[in-house]
């Protein structure tokens, strides 16, 4: 596991400038997790950095990785760290505006110990009754039907991921103090 495969891009621009590189495995500094991603979506972060669109935050180093967050499996811990295993599941969002020549869409991503791990956490997930079988079979605890929820009879959170971003403010005053939320929104048409 010396390599291994990454996107990257030289310069801003469309999804041409897109290629896969053969890059280091990154080396596993204190404080760190090593995962081995097993997703990693494209949203409209991804595209409007990319883009170009927010050089003025993102900066003008190259190359850069693509991606800014995933799911995976940890494979090697830093010798501090206690509170995670190999071989636990994880979820987490980089910072993508710094510039890392590694993004999330790669083989392997190195993780900061602030990454959301399903272990110990309770999960609520928001979606159509139709979709509450296959939700808990990916681990949700409860499933809701957004279309008949009302946030403020949902309690409060540490995390909250708004993939679809309708309502943000209603779900962001459910965040417990120090909580964190993420959210994307869509490019293209629904």
């Known amino acids: 596991m010396d390599t291994m495969r990454a996107i990257q891009y030289d310069a801003?621009?469309?999804?041409?400038?897109?290629?896969v590189a053969t890059v280091p495995v990154?080396?596993?500094p204190p404080g760190h997790?090593?995962?081995?991603?097993?997703?990693?979506?494209v949203n409209a972060a991804d595209v409007l950095v990319r883009r170009g669109s927010v050089r003025l935050l993102s900066g003008r180093s190259f190359p850069r990785g693509s991606g800014f967050d995933?799911?995976?499996?940890v494979v090697a811990i830093a010798d501090d760290v206690t509170t995670?295993?190999?071989?636990?599941?994880?979820?987490?969002l980089v910072n993508g505006l710094r510039g890392r020549p590694i993004g999330t869409a790669a083989e392997y991503v190195l993780v900061p110990l602030t990454a959301v791990s399903r272990?110990?956490?309770r999960v609520t997930a928001l979606?159509?009754?139709?979709?509450?079988?296959?939700?808990?079979?990916?681990g949700a605890d409860e499933v809701v039907d957004y279309r008949k929820a009302n946030p403020a009879d949902l309690g409060t959170f540490d995390v909250i991921l708004d993939p679809v971003s309708t309502d943000?403010?209603?779900y962001r005053r459910l965040l417990r103090q120090g909580g964190r939320m993420g959210a994307m929104r869509r490019t293209g048409p629904r």
Do not use: I
Request: proline share 6%; hydrophobic share 45%.
């Open 26 to 28: 990154p080396s596993l």
């Open 33 to 41: 997790v090593l995962v081995r991603a097993a997703a990693s979506s």
């Open 119 to 121: 272990r110990g956490a």
């Open 127 to 138: 979606a159509r009754d139709e979709h509450a079988d296959a939700l808990r079979e990916l």
């Open 70 to 73: 995933f799911a995976g499996d």
């Open 84 to 92: 995670m295993s190999v071989g636990d599941e994880v979820w987490d």
């Open 12 to 19: 801003y621009g469309p999804p041409e400038v897109l290629r």
């Open 168 to 170: 943000m403010s209603s």
